[in-house]
Nanobody, 115 residues
Framework: QVQLVESGGGSVQPGGSLRLSCAASGSIGNIVARGWYRQAPGKQRELVAVIMSGLSTVYADSVKGRFTISRGNAQNTVNLQMNGLEPEDTAVYYC?????????WGQGTQVTVSS
């Protein structure tokens, strides 16, 4: 059984930084994409960033230049470095790992940006 565990969320003041990490346990197979999504209260879940197996990346316009997605050293890991955080970034952040057959989600980690 595959489980994704996120870590690194928390509360920070505007302009601050956080680093999210996600690690998968279990046999997940060949990962074609690693991504981070977020869902703010009353809003739909949205893509934040994704890194493909060939290392190309896609970012939401709202986070370009502030967030950086990267693969971890271990095969089944992905990180999200978030700098210049804004109150609008407040949300639950979810890790997603996708193979050619399945997509796996973490349980989410809360990020709160407030003064």
């Amino acid at each position: 059984q595959v489980q994704l565990v996120e870590s690194g969320g928390g509360s920070v003041q505007p302009g601050g930084s956080l680093r999210l990490s996600c690690a998968a346990s279990g046999s997940i197979g060949n990962i074609v994409a690693r991504g981070w999504y977020r869902q703010a209260p009353g809003k739909q879940r949205e893509l934040v960033a994704v890194i493909m197996s060939g290392l190309s990346t896609v970012y939401a316009d709202s986070v370009k230049g502030r967030f950086t997605i990267s693969r971890g050293n271990a095969q089944n890991t992905v990180n999200l470095q978030m700098n210049g955080l804004e109150p609008e970034d407040t949300a639950v952040y979810y890790c997603n790992l996708r193979t050619t057959r399945f997509g796996y989600w973490g349980q989410g980690t809360q990020v709160t940006v407030s003064s």
